[in-house]
């Protein structure tokens, strides 16, 4: 009884700008909090499409209680090429970039001023790939031309020297020879194909050798 007296007094006194006009917003939880896709193992790629439906509810100050605003909120990510989220709250990883991100809901806070806004945050994590994984190296093998060896997925680049990357388990990987003089071919591979090598289904520690 003494807390609704509070409010008709406050409200009488012209304290509060909203007495008579709605619910007061006092602040937005956004759940989940945290949000973690991938892993270390996980080539970042592969996240793509990984998705988390998120909620935003509203904390009330007058009359006090709480609603579900999700699809009331205004939704942003501050990294979209890592994140994006809908207009529903629907989180996506974009598999293009690691880290974190900071995704807000933001809505206008009713009784607080016409511009006032309240705005509730998470966190959002793609976690990099740290290349834990069976390593393939490339060895060069003496010869009168030089070269430059890259590989798909992503990871070696060798010129004239010798050079290692790891892999995800299982990958299958192809390896491109660019000759700047002539290009005498490839040793230790599974398929050969003009200057590409391919490995298949690499599993454990494994050796070509390319020749220019």
Known sequence: MQKWLTVILVCAAGLVLSCGHGQILESITVQPQTETFGSSTTPVDEDKGLQVQ???????????????????VTWSSNTPQMVTVNSTGLLTATGEACGSAVVTATTPANGSGSNAIVIGSMTANVVCFTGTGPELTVQFATAPGTGTVTSSP??????????????????TVVLTATPNTVFAGWSVCDVTSGTTCTVIDLTENRTVTVTF
């Open 54 to 72: 998120l909620m935003a509810v509203g904390n009330y100050l007058y009359p006090p209680g709480t609603k579900d605003l999700t699809n009331e």
């Open 154 to 171: 992503a990871g070696l680049s060798c010129t004239g020297n010798p050079c290692s990357a790891a892999f995800v388990s299982g990958t």
